[in-house]
């Protein structure tokens, strides 16, 4: 059963960082292309970061230049560091599979308010 675990977010300020972390487990995970979402109240899933099984990274237009996505692929892990955090980035983020998304882990919120 595929299942992904997300964690490390929180309540932050306009222009501070996060670090977000996902395990995935049930899956081959060194042979698939991973994506970050995030889902802002009342809208759907959107891809803001991916990154293939060696490592080549692709970001949304919003987040160019402020987050970092990574990989370790023997330990199942995706990371997401988020950086210059604005109020638009809140929302409750989660891993997948960067095509055909799978079963939606618990998510971790972030939220950046003053």
């Known amino acids: 059963q595929v299942q992904f675990v997300e964690s490390g977010g929180g309540l932050v300020q306009p222009g501070g960082s996060l670090r977000l972390s996902c395990v995935g487990s049930g899956i081959g995970f060194d042979k698939y292309l991973m994506g970050w979402y995030r889902q802002a109240p009342g809208k759907q899933h959107e891809l803001v970061a991916s990154i293939s099984p060696g490592g080549n990274t692709n970001f949304g237009g919003s987040v160019q230049d402020r987050f970092i996505i990574s990989r370790n692929n023997a330990e199942h892990m995706l990371y997401l560091e988020m950086h210059n955090l604005q109020p638009e980035d809140t929302g409750v983020y989660y891993c997948?599979?960067?095509?055909?998304?799978?079963?939606w882990g618990p998510g971790t919120q972030v939220t950046v308010s003053s």
């Open positions: 997948n599979l960067r095509y055909n998304p799978t079963i």
